[in-house]
């Protein structure tokens, strides 16, 4: 162990040169052979587009230019982290720096109350600062957290694939927007009944697919919510078809009527509101008798059932649990847009949930808002990177998956420490 | 009635695409048991690669069939590539991994492809030359078969019964089958387990790509969505027929193809991939492991 950070530390440049590799001519060499290898791969769909309606046929030589060069390079970052995530494999701390960061904060009391204090005074205070646009985006990226930890039972915790996720968030959606449409119910009589039907349906699509394990129901979930999808693509008589449904109503506040700013700032302080109650929640859950029940089926299947644990009920509880806050989410989202179609309810949008919980950190509710922070923000911000934008997603689930399993800040099961105090005094009578 | 033979090559066509890329998924799951989301982007790379080759030549003036016969096999060896560049990159430094990573290690390299393919192609439906001269047959009840139906039906008959010769009588086909048994004991007998990794995917991805220029050619226009739906049917049918078999992937395609096939003529075509998912959910909860497939007993 104490041989391989002393490789690591000592020569990083020669570590990094030669990583994997007898010499660093050796490296050079494979380098080489990589660049050669990727500029044949890409050649075809990188440098020639042809029209054959036209017949022309444009070439972009200059592109393999930037793939020889970025992947010369990049094949040697590549190797110096697959043998770096090499040599770290048996040292039994591999944390990141943000990680010995939130231990640290959470570890001191004073420390703790002071950075929840601080959060607490930048969500007051942040759409008061800032403009409307990005009060918008902060709402987007709140929904998407509280997504996230919904998604984050069912797969963090339970482990259970779940591709589907995103019908749920649409039915809540449509139920809101097709009651407010019909029959004028308004935002906060639906909340719970989006709640409630997320969790129906959640029950509902449980039953056929206890049987099936792991991959199996990926695929089943996947189906059901294109079915789902499809449906409301198809059945235009109920949900107008591809052209969605507009002007829904927004919140109200006691039939106070509020302007553009002020029904944005009033969903932000809905959506606070909303996320505080999934992180005290699921926070509970967690830690519950059905919490640990989850952790045992997703580790061990049958080891679990032997223990005694129903797994019937624990799977239903799971989908309901996760199916439950996409239904609230999906109402809140059609009220916050104020307009729905079922494109946004497409296999991509399960897709980017279910990667902000991996991403952040499979069953730790610090990781999944880490990772819909960086997933749903930061996109965002760069606008410029826009049509990348899925590119670099991709390659990010790629990326961390390779060199970092267990997602940006890994969960931490509750420990219960048995203090002696009662004991020691006892003896002491 | 008079339209049954017509519904019938259409889903036969349909069954054997579907088939052509269902095998890469139930050999790639039976020997390391991945689903390779990726597939379908790689049956899609295909149909592209097959795109720009029949387009430069057909300026350059040479014949219908060779242009054909060429795109097969540019496309075979490019898609073929990519499927080995894959598994080195995405998941191969996964193995041992726990079973969600790889997967999900999958889904982004299948989002990335699908934005790689965008960005450097174009996001519009491409017009994809007409590379199977198109007859028409008419029987006497007034159905149209084509010839390129006819022509996709035998193309992937006669890939069916190669792969399945290949595995049953090479050498290369009697390790795979045995690393696909146990990949450790496989090890140990002397198999480079490795190697045989790579060679499904490169199987499997040549199978996509043979399909992928077949139906472009049908079809007449790919974009780079196409790969996404297919691969999510294909699966699908891979796992009708019980994942991990290969006669099971080439029956299941073939059942979801008539049956899409007949849903579509008979019923309505508004709903034709909800008829695909509820086949899948409907013989999932009475057979859990698919048409062919072997109940596993579970190791504890």
């Given at each position: 162990m104490n041989n391989s950070s002393n490789t690591l530390n000592q020569g990083f440049l020669k570590f990094f040169f030669t990583a994997g590799c007898d010499s660093f001519a050796h490296a050079m060499k494979k380098s080489l052979l990589a660049a050669l290898w990727f500029v044949f791969l890409t050649f075809p769909i990188m440098v020639i587009r042809v029209n054959t309606i036209e017949k022309t046929v444009v070439w972009h030589w200059e592109r393999i230019g930037y793939i020889a060069v970025s992947i010369f390079f990049g094949s040697f970052v590549w190797r110096w982290l697959l043998a770096r995530k090499e040599l770290?494999?048996?040292?039994?701390?591999?944390?990141?720096?943000?990680?010995?960061?939130?231990?640290?904060?959470?570890?001191?009391?004073?420390?703790?109350?002071?950075?929840?204090?601080?959060?607490?005074?930048?969500?007051?205070?942040?759409?008061?600062?800032?403009?409307?646009?990005?009060?918008?985006?902060?709402?987007?990226?709140?929904?998407?957290?509280?997504?996230?930890?919904?998604?984050?039972?069912?797969?963090?915790?339970?482990?259970?694939?779940?591709?589907?996720?995103?019908?749920?968030?649409?039915?809540?959606?449509?139920?809101?927007?097709?009651?407010?449409?019909?029959?004028?119910?308004?935002?906060?009589?639906?909340?719970?009944?989006?709640?409630?039907?997320?969790?129906?349906?959640?029950?509902?699509?449980?039953?056929?697919?206890?049987?099936?394990?792991?991959?199996?129901?990926?695929?089943?979930?996947?189906?059901?919510?294109?079915?789902?999808?499809?449906?409301?693509?198809?059945?235009?008589?109920?949900?107008?078809?591809?052209?969605?449904?507009?002007?829904?109503?927004?919140?109200?506040?006691?039939?106070?009527?509020?302007?553009?700013?002020?029904?944005?700032?009033?969903?932000?302080?809905?959506?606070?509101?909303?996320?505080?109650?999934?992180?005290?929640?699921?926070?509970?859950?967690?830690?519950?008798?059905?919490?640990?029940?989850?952790?045992?089926?997703?580790?061990?299947?049958?080891?679990?059932?032997?223990?005694?644990?129903?797994?019937?009920?624990?799977?239903?509880?799971?989908?309901?649990?996760?199916?439950?806050?996409?239904?609230?989410?999906?109402?809140?989202?059609?009220?916050?847009?104020?307009?729905?179609?079922?494109?946004?309810?497409t296999f991509w949008e399960s897709a980017i949930i279910l990667s902000i919980v991996v991403i952040g950190g499979m069953g730790s509710i610090r990781g999944v808002i880490a990772g819909a922070i960086i997933l749903v923000l930061l996109p965002e911000y760069l606008r410029d990177f826009a049509e990348f934008r899925m590119l670099l997603f991709g390659a990010i689930m790629v990326l961390v998956m390779v060199f970092r399993p267990q997602g940006l800040i890994s969960a931490k099961r509750k420990i219960y420490a048995y203090t002696a105090t009662n004991t020691a005094s006892a003896g002491n009578e | 009635m008079e339209y049954f033979l017509e519904l019938f090559m259409g889903g036969l066509t349909r069954g054997s695409i579907y088939a052509l890329i269902a095998l890469g998924y139930t050999m790639v799951y039976g020997i390391i048991e991945l689903i390779n989301f990726a597939h379908g982007e790689i049956y899609m790379i295909g149909a592209f690669t097959g795109l720009i080759v029949a387009g430069l030549l057909t300026m350059y003036g040479f014949p219908g069939v060779s242009i054909l016969a060429i795109a097969i096999v540019c496309a075979v060896i490019w898609s073929a590539a990519y499927g080995y560049t894959i598994e080195k990159v995405a998941y191969k430094p996964l193995r041992g991994a726990p079973r969600l990573s790889p997967l999900i290690s999958a889904i982004g390299m299948s989002i990335f492809l699908q934005n790689y393919v965008m960005l450097a192609q174009t996001s519009d439906f491409l017009p994809f030359p007409e590379l199977i001269p198109e007859f028409a047959f008419m029987d006497k009840m007034g159905s149209i078969i084509s010839s390129a139906e006819l022509v996709i039906i035998l193309a992937t008959t006669a890939s069916c019964v190669g792969l399945t010769l290949f595995i049953k009588f090479t050498k290369l086909g009697k390790a795979m089958r045995a690393t696909a048994q146990n990949r450790k004991m496989a090890m140990l007998v002397g198999i480079n387990v490795d190697m045989v990794i790579s060679a499904t995917f490169v199987i499997g991805s040549s199978l996509a790509a043979v399909g992928g220029v077949l139906i472009a050619s049908h079809i007449g226009q790919i974009n780079y969505y196409i790969g996404f739906i297919a691969g999510i049917k294909a699966f699908t049918a891979a796992v009708l027929g019980g994942i991990g078999s290969i006669p099971g992937a080439m029956l299941g395609a073939l059942v979801l193809g008539l049956t899409e096939a007949f849903a579509t003529g008979y019923v309505s075509s508004d709903y034709e991939d909800v008829f695909a998912f509820l086949l899948l959910v409907l013989i999932l909860i009475f057979r859990p492991s698919g048409i062919m497939g072997r109940e596993k007993t579970q190791k504890v």
């Open positions: 770290k494999k048996d040292e039994s701390r591999n944390e990141t720096g943000l990680e010995v960061l939130l231990t640290k904060v959470q570890s001191n009391a004073g420390l703790k109350y002071a950075a929840l204090g601080l959060i607490g005074l930048i969500a007051v205070l942040f759409p008061q600062v800032v403009d409307l646009y990005q009060t918008n985006i902060m709402i987007s990226c709140l929904v998407y957290i509280v997504l996230g930890l919904g998604l984050n039972i069912v797969v963090g915790l339970a482990g259970l694939l779940d591709l589907g996720y995103v019908a749920f968030y649409a039915i809540g959606a449509y139920a809101y927007a097709l009651c407010n449409m019909h029959w004028d119910i308004g935002f906060w009589y639906m909340l719970p009944v989006g709640a409630i039907l997320g969790a129906i349906l959640g029950i509902l699509l449980g039953f056929p697919v206890l049987r099936l394990r792991g991959d199996y129901l990926a695929i089943v979930t996947l189906g059901f919510g294109e079915i789902i999808r499809l449906i409301l693509e198809n059945w235009g008589d109920v949900t107008m078809g591809p052209s969605g449904i507009s002007s829904i109503a927004r919140p109200g506040l006691f039939g106070v009527k509020l302007g553009v700013i002020a029904s944005t700032e009033y969903m932000y302080y809905i959506m606070i509101g909303l996320l505080i109650f999934t992180i005290f929640s699921v926070n509970r859950l967690q830690n519950s008798r059905i919490g640990r029940a989850w952790l045992a089926l997703r580790e061990d299947e049958i080891a679990c059932q032997a223990m005694g644990i129903d797994k019937v009920k624990t799977k239903l509880m799971a989908f309901a649990l996760g199916a439950t806050w996409a239904g609230m989410a999906g109402v809140v989202f059609a009220a916050k847009t104020t307009f729905i179609n079922p494109a946004s309810f | -």
